[in-house]
């Protein structure tokens, strides 16, 4: 097992080393669109190395003369990105908003609907005691002994038959 984690570490040392000996770049005459001829080595570099600020190899007056293409396409597409980030700002703005208007509506609804169960609740309570006082206890102990008294009636009846 150690022998073939040695195996392959050394196969991906040798094939690193092998990509960064040999250049893969094109000769002078042969460069694409976003590549320019370098003077030093005869051969195709991407025109990001010359053109890139950030880079140490920056060089404006060679970016300008040999790169035109790579300077059109990074001006326009920058300008294409800038207006889509202006874009989806405004998109999430309105959102935001959107959202907001969401939350408040679902708060006055739920603050609607309790407000309404606790007035309903309230009534059926009022109600209850409004008719508490009004029949008092004894209209339901009263009532129980006239049903009482209705089913023995029907029982005599029904006996009687």
Known sequence: MMQLILIFGVTIVVNV???TSSPASSKCGQCLAMEYCSAFDSLC????????????????????KDCQEYMHDE??????KLSEVESLKGKMEKLSSLLEVSFAFI???TLLIIFLLLKTLLKLKIINE?????????????TKKSNDKVRSTMWRIMVAQ
């Open 17 to 19: 080393a092998i990509s």
């Open 45 to 64: 570099n991407p025109c990001l190395t010359i053109c890139d600020e950030r880079n140490h190899n920056h060089d404006l007056s060679m970016c300008v």
């Open 75 to 80: 001006k326009y597409a920058l300008h294409a």
């Open 107 to 109: 708060i006055f609804l």
């Open 130 to 142: 409004a008719l508490g006082k009004i029949f008092g206890q004894k209209w339901m102990k009263s």
